[in-house]
């Protein structure tokens, strides 16, 4: 049964940090580059970061380029979003997902997460 779990999230003041997981399970992590977006009220779901295989490459959202830092472990089935510098306009609902390539494109991934809360207050 495949499973991504976020984890981490929660209430920050702006200006402060805050590091989110995602446990994978039920399928070859390694395989799969992985991707976290966000969903704020109101809004779309929007991509957030990428992540390839081998998590030699990254790419950023220009809204959070400088400020968040995504990374992966294999051996543990994990991906991380290292988030600073937070701001009110971060709110959102944030997921992972994972999929064969790494894309901003919601369509191109296989598996989703069920998605963590962030609220960062003024």
């Known amino acids: 049964q495949v499973q991504l779990v976020e984890s981490g999230g929660g209430l920050v003041q702006a200006g402060g940090s805050l590091r989110l997981s995602c446990a994978a399970s039920?399928?070859?992590?390694?395989?799969?580059?992985m991707g976290w977006f966000r969903q704020a009220p109101g809004k779309e779901r929007a991509i957030v970061s990428t992540?390839?295989?081998?998590?030699?490459?990254?790419t950023y959202a220009n809204s959070v380029k400088g400020r968040f830092t995504v990374s992966r472990d294999n051996a543990k089935n994990t991906m991380y979003l290292h988030m600073n510098s937070l701001k009110p306009e971060d709110t959102a609902v944030y997921y992972c997902?994972?999929?064969?390539?790494?894309?901003?494109?919601?369509?191109?991934?296989?598996?989703w997460g069920q998605g963590t809360q962030v609220t960062v207050s003024s």
């Open positions: 997902a994972a999929g064969r390539v790494p894309s901003g494109n919601r369509d191109a991934y296989d598996y």
């Open positions: 039920g399928f070859t992590f390694s395989n799969y580059a």
């Open positions: 992540i390839y295989q081998s998590g030699d490459i990254t």
